[in-house]
């Protein structure tokens, strides 16, 4: 095996703490991943030309108003106007924004060539019941190439009762994505009835199974959430039931199941900004390719937001990796 | 940013004056939406050529006939023939008509060239249950361009469980409409049982949310119906549940919401000519681009339809802007 | 408007007389109805060159044996073998017999060129439950120009819980149509749960809507039953339920529904000929284009049926009107 | 009408005697069925080179193991092997074999040349519930032409409740056969819910609406079950609850309800050879063109199967027709 | 029949000795399959080049990540990373690893001519309720000529409710599989309540079906379960409930149903050595072409494995066949 074989657990405090512990987790190389030279370059352009750069990923994403509606928005209203999110990614050198066709045909044309856009391909509104679980496509590879961007992204729900549906679409979208060289970066979200009764959609059981979920169906980058231990764990099956890791293990775990689809952690609800950068050196540390941060990010005044964005900067620069 | 930032809320009374209160909000450039040649050239016609121009749009619907049945024309029994609207869209110089294939194949070539056409692509009766809404193609863009129209006009159902084949439908339809340059109408309602439970389809957190749906899947144009305060808002989602926003700063939060896809004001039941023409005043203060104003207008005699369609092109003239 | 404005009301008696109350109507000219040279060359086929002509319509349809099975011909057996309802058709001068793929490919080529051949596209049986009322395709508007026929029909269940299938399916068939410059006919039948609650599939609310639907729908020419007065219009929505209109004047409200859809009354169950003659005058006074009448003349024997027809035709050169 | 009218039924007795009574029907002759020159080519192999010759067909399927799986090779242990079959039906000189894809492709080769294939192309397993009956295609008319087969064969479910799928499917697959010109052979089974209510699969009236279904629809040949009078007859719908035919007259009916498509009778389970061969002869005294045996030959040892066939050879030579 | 007949049934004892009895079953000679040069030549390649050889297949699978998650690889960490199942094939000397798209297009690369690909294309978690069980595409018979691999895998659910979605896709499937003469592997899999009512998934009733359905839909190999005895056989259907043969016989009576489809035998949950190289020669005694073991093999230590392989290539020789 030619990667270096540094992802082996270690003994984690329970917490997250200044300093990760255990070894550092190197993330497979780009030139290792088999990848046809279309994902090459544009991956390269994400992971190297733009953003932080040494092979990482500083992701914007400005789907919420669709998936949440423009509720979420009143925390700075700012933050209403697609414009406010161009301009942070623009400003605090992001890797790229993701966004839906509308979002994109809209606005992008201001920002292209000074931040590289990830189609989001399917989504759904929040209104609805969830028990079916299933985001319909908005937008196409072909329109992202149309649209010069860089990547596409689609969500999945593992363990959803209409998986079938979803896995026929992501398999459409993806070998359209191999067709045109397009990089495929997959939201991996546990849902449904019986992944609640599993341990919950946070439980490492759950992402630890949604990341390989996407690893085995094509994702050239996976999006997942970070893992929380509860009380509800103990009806994950075996031996997730049991495992009582510390956050960063289990991170680390999700990270190998994924195995040579990169990682992008994704931010949830608002922090305060030392869980934040603790969360991301965490991450980092365990073998993650970068974040994707919304509501953290353009929840917060520009300014703000463009201090935090400069210490992610650092923290990247630290886990900068060649190609 | 280059758009001017006029577009903020300002206190507002709670009813809607002869003048409305707030700064007069500028709608988006037609040259900032990054739009293809098909799509400027056609909004262009429908926006400053034919109509009361100046940016504005007075569109005639006429859809009514599948959508509730012959019984919306006893009021006006003239109205039962299609050629009454064609004719009063034609003399009371609205920017374009919008109505399905039939009434488009069987009568628009007597009109072709003096009113522009929009072509409504989907629809449905009001017979059966509307647990499940959703309104299934009646034509394409293809027919669109075959006819000669300017546009075309979608109905997606926000919040209804048939999302996903909505999304879908629409999807299919946007990237048609962007393949031959042919504007998309989106007519953003909110419908379904959770929509019932949050406020329901009249309350602003629906209407907000439709407006924004709209923007987030590539409508150039969101029709949507003006937000009605009610004591269900308590039911909806923070912090709209608290806003008691009044009826004007209500719509300025939809248009805002919307971003760069122009609003249209969309009539409802027929009500008087001041309640009317104050609705439209408040609406163009607040950045609406137009109205679309079907049994308000021809549920009247053709001489009073006509009467009070030139009060609209007077006060439409107020909100001219260059394109 | 171009048309005279002959289709008004005129009050009427109840009852059917000898001779129609309230002033003739007048049907749509050919050259108004902005129809592509197609549609406009079978049209004038199946109007003015085979048939009664004049512009009127006699058509036999022979559908029954898949919607209702074989039961319907125990009546009159020799009505069984297709080939009677060929030769009635072609001796008692039909303009057209209506009937699906199987007795077209089988039986059609012995009578092509002595009666022209309506191809119905979609049909059912009528043994499992009708709760969800739809009708799948069993021929295509190819099949029909490969066979050369001059119309195509389709019954779409207007009410039905799967209007969305039956609209998708229709504008399909009504695309293919528009390619082919094939006449449309739509059989609009009022069907389902929610029909039944609001007057029943009879009412002159189901019917008059049903006329509309075809007519936004994009029909040519649409199949409707006599609306038939009885207690339950009381369920009927506002106005209907208070109209009381007797049933040519009901009619004529259906016809001018309908609007430049030329329209064909249905016969339905087999009736005495004076009752079939009443309705038939009326039916063309009120502005129909013709009948299509089935058990009404394959269920008698053949002198009789040809004896019947020769009536028709008395009553049609009454009403005959130029192109 | 240039055919005999010679299926007028006659009294019969109640039984099938060693000669039928009435009058012998003559089958449509090939030449008046208006069928494209690619079918009238098969079926003329099927039914004058092949097999008995003289204008009649002697299939021998074998989809049982897809139906019913292996249990049906028990009774006759070598018949678990394809070729125990394909051997049958070559050195029984049956016009046809029927089956399946993978039994067409693994064991036809061997074969072509010397028996005709039909390619079976839906089907389903026994199973799950047959509520909602319906067979899904195993093959394509396309892999009928590719493997050199002469016909094609298409189950439908008449009066399941999952008919729609079934008529759409089976258009598909008529749309392909006459694009290739390739005879369609339909498997005509009543089945359902509402068909157990209303006399059950068995009772004339099922069977006699399936086989016009199948006239219908286009098949070229009916496969259709002999009719068992029983009591559940009176849940029929009137006439049917009152006929009561003896079996040939019964039968009799059915081949005029099929008009010109031929018919096959199926053998069903398996019986003496004294009741096999009356009913044989009755069948081709009533006007069937063939039948399709499976069980009732290849449940038998080879040498009784090959006796058995010669006697219908026998039977069938009777019966031939010119072209 | 030019095949031996040697698949003769012997009297078994209910279990499963050193040295099976009975006669060795011959198994199909790949030239009698009439199989297109395509699959022939791959099929070769996978049974003669690589591997044991003598006609024999050992495949490696390590789909379980997707149909089970990551919890199978926790008895042996070193199996999270796909390379170690693809090092453990190469240096195994299996005949084929086999998996689905992302596990190819991200490691295969690596691992190109040296170990042979078997393209898994259908899959799905096991999260959600079995109940309508189905596998949705995960990738294309088209993906796997691209990535050079020699064969594709598709899991059919025999008696679920959703045969029919599932028989269409397998058509699908196995059309583009002749296209492009890909050998087709189908798994094939008893589940579903009715299953469960009848004997169970693990029943001879159940996997005999299961191997006859492969057969008639096309399969080239098919991959079956081990039938296991238990009380619940009582439950099958006749003669079934009545066989009582031993667990050789059962398998051999498998393999016979199969007819010209090569079997497969899977392993299952791990057992122990003894039992598993037992399992194995009475399987190549019975006729099979050989074995898929997963998790027998990749959850025990690498040396573990590779020793076990070499006994299983020492049975393997032992049943060696010309093609």
């Known amino acids: 095996m030619s990667e270096p074989a540094v992802r082996a657990s270690s003994p984690g405090s329970g917490m997250t703490p200044e300093r990760p512990s255990g070894a550092r987790a190197h993330r497979p190389s780009l030139h290792s991943l088999g990848l046809p030279p279309g994902k090459l370059a544009r991956l390269k352009r994400l992971l190297y030309t733009h953003g932080p750069g040494g092979g990482t990923l500083l992701v914007l994403p400005i789907d919420q108003g669709l998936e949440h509606g423009p509720v979420d928005f009143f925390a700075n209203p700012a933050s209403l106007d697609p414009r406010y999110q161009y301009e942070l990614a623009r400003d605090g050198r992001f890797s790229a924004i993701a966004l839906h066709i509308g979002l994109a045909e809209k606005y992008f044309h201001e920002y292209a060539g000074e931040v590289p856009l990830i189609l989001k391909l399917n989504g759904k509104t929040g209104i609805p019941s969830d028990a079916q679980a299933f985001s319909a496509l908005t937008g196409t590879v072909e329109d992202a190439v149309r649209l010069g961007a860089d990547a596409v992204g689609y969500t999945v729900y593992v363990g959803s009762p209409a998986q079938d549906r979803d896995f026929h679409q992501l398999r459409e979208v993806r070998a359209e994505a191999d067709r045109f060289g397009m990089p495929l970066i997959v939201w991996a979200y546990p849902r449904g009835e019986a992944v609640a009764k599993k341990g919950g959609r946070e439980s490492l059981y759950a992402i630890d199974y949604a990341a390989r979920v996407a690893l085995e169906l094509g ?34 775990k999700v990270v190998e199941s994924a195995g040579r689809a990169l990682v992008l952690v994704s931010g949830g609800e608002k922090v305060s900004d030392a869980e934040l950068l603790a969360k991301v050196r965490a991450s980092m540390h365990a073998g993650a390719t970068g974040i994707i941060f919304g509501r953290n990010m353009w929840q917060r005044p520009r300014d703000e937001a463009l201090r935090l964005t400069r210490e992610l900067h650092a923290i990247f620069r630290e886990y900068a990796q060649p190609p």
């Open 219 to 252: 994702a050239d980058v996976v999006k997942v959430n970070y893992p929380v231990a509860s009380e509800k764990d103990a009806e994950s099956p075996a031996p997730y039931n049991a495992l009582h890791l510390g956050p960063e293990e289990a991170f680390r």
